[in-house]
T-cell receptor, first 111, second 113 residues
Framework: KNQVEQSPQSLIILEGKNCTLQCNYTVSPFSNLRWYKQDTGRGPVSLTIMTFSENTKSNGRYTATLDADTKQSSLHITASQLSDSASYICVVSARNYQLIWGAGTKLIIKP | SQTIHQWPATLVQPVGSPLSLECTVEGTSNPNLYWYRQAAGRGLQLLFYSVGIGQISSEVPQNLSASRPQDRQFILSSKKLLLSDSGFYLC????????????FGEGSRLTVL
């Protein structure tokens, strides 16, 4: 069964600290993996996409990694800011265009 | 540039009343269109998607329906709302034929009382 599991479910860190969010998937055949950021009460916005051949990709303070062998991805946030408070959702696309969504990690940045 | 508009942003409706949520996309032609529902602490649930005018695929059996009367207009409807229909509804679009990015509207918060 195609599944995407994210951990932790929620996370609270102090402003300026780093954090890493995890995404494990069992999706086959794999096409790509995206990380979305969703502010409270808003629609998700794409942060980055990882294809099978990519191991690391950065977007500003966000760095995503992908290990296609272990079927794991992570999203690392450096020097967190208050505006990083949001839910971060991992989505895996199968080659038949099916999207499998994780439940998200709710990140709270405290001053 | 492309934009997506979704309304109303907030809706409070009694059980048994009808529903109509609208979504329009500007700046692109022949997009894939989607309706998702998001429950608290859960992943996005795909309700309907459309690859063209009048072409609707339903993913989850329920008392909701969708229509695409124009290329860039997508409507989510119900004849009689249930309590379980409460949630956050999101409209999205993507480029045809790709496994690419979804672009979401701002969402509609529906509360059924």
């Amino acid at each position: 069964k195609n599944q995407v599991e994210q951990s932790p479910q929620s996370l609270i860190i102090l402003e300026g600290k780093n954090c890493t969010l995890q995404c494990n998937y069992t999706v086959s055949p794999f096409s790509n993996l995206r990380w979305y950021k969703q502010d409270t009460g808003r629609g998700p916005v794409s942060l980055t996409i990882m294809t099978f051949s990519e191991n690391t990709k950065s977007n500003g303070r966000y760095t995503a990694t992908l290990d296609a062998d272990t079927k794991q991805s992570s999203l690392h946030i450096t020097a967190s800011q208050l505006s990083d408070s949001a839910s971060y959702i991992c989505v895996v696309s199968a080659r038949n265009y099916q999207l499998i969504w994780g439940a998200g990690t709710k990140l709270i940045i405290k001053p | 540039s492309q934009t997506i508009h979704q309304w109303p942003a907030t809706l409070v409706q009694p059980v048994g009343s009808p529903l109509s949520l609208e979504c329009t996309v500007e700046g692109t032609s022949n997009p894939n269109l989607y309706w998702y529902r998001q429950a608290a602490g859960r992943g996005l649930q795909l309700l309907f998607y459309s690859v063209g005018i009048g072409q609707i695929s339903s993913e989850v059996p329920q008392n909701l329906s969708a229509s695409r009367p124009q290329d860039r207009q997508f409507i989510l409807s119900s004849k009689k709302l249930l309590l379980s229909d409460s949630g956050f509804y999101l409209c999205a679009w993507s480029v045809q034929g790709s496994t690419g990015e979804l672009f979401f509207g701002e969402g509609s918060r529906l509360t059924v009382l």
